[in-house]
């Protein structure tokens, strides 16, 4: 069903506030984590986009999350792809799971200094395991790790 041009019913949100009813586009409101912990602020991990088995977000370079030349660490980089693909996990399962990481594969391919953004989808998810790649980007664009990770999935009860 189409309420207006291009929106659908199923991308508007109904909202009530003191009493008020007000209609959102949901494409209009920005993307909220499935899971914070702590550990995703203290990284500086800003989240551009979560939907449908996609995540995009941003960590900008600190001097606490450099190595001694100067780049982005390594183990900065691999936090960031674990809580992206983990969240792309967690957005493509209509209930909350909870995951465990199996296994994360990366290949470092360039170093950065700056904004990195890193890109997360999901490949494969069943009932009991899920498979998702991405890869990080500086901020001009260049490719400069790629990862790919396997996640169990914990049903809550």
């Not at 977000?57 to 982005?72: A, F, T």
């Not at 493509?92 to 391919?109: G, W």
Request: aromatic share 8%; proline share 4%; net charge positive.
């Amino acid at each position: 069903m189409t309420v207006s041009k291009g929106i659908t019913a199923e991308s508007v949100l109904h909202l009530e506030k003191n009493g008020e009813s007000q209609f959102v586009v949901a494409e209009k409101l920005p993307p909220s984590w499935i899971t914070c912990p702590p550990f995703y602020m203290y990284l500086g991990a800003t989240l551009l986009h979560l939907m449908d088995g996609e995540c995009t977000l941003q960590l900008d370079v600190r001097p606490e999350l450099m190595n001694s030349k100067g780049d982005l660490h390594g183990g900065a980089i691999t936090a960031g792809f674990d809580i992206a693909l983990s969240q792309a996990v967690r957005s493509s399962y209509p209930r909350t799971v909870n995951l465990s990481t199996i296994s994360l594969t990366i290949n470092y391919l360039a170093p950065s200094s700056k904004v990195v953004k890193i890109f997360a989808k999901v490949v494969r998810s069943g009932s009991s395991i899920a498979y998702a790649e991405g890869e990080a980007l500086d901020d001009s664009g260049r490719i400069i790790s790629r990862v790919s990770g396997t996640y169990r999935i914990i049903r809550q009860k």
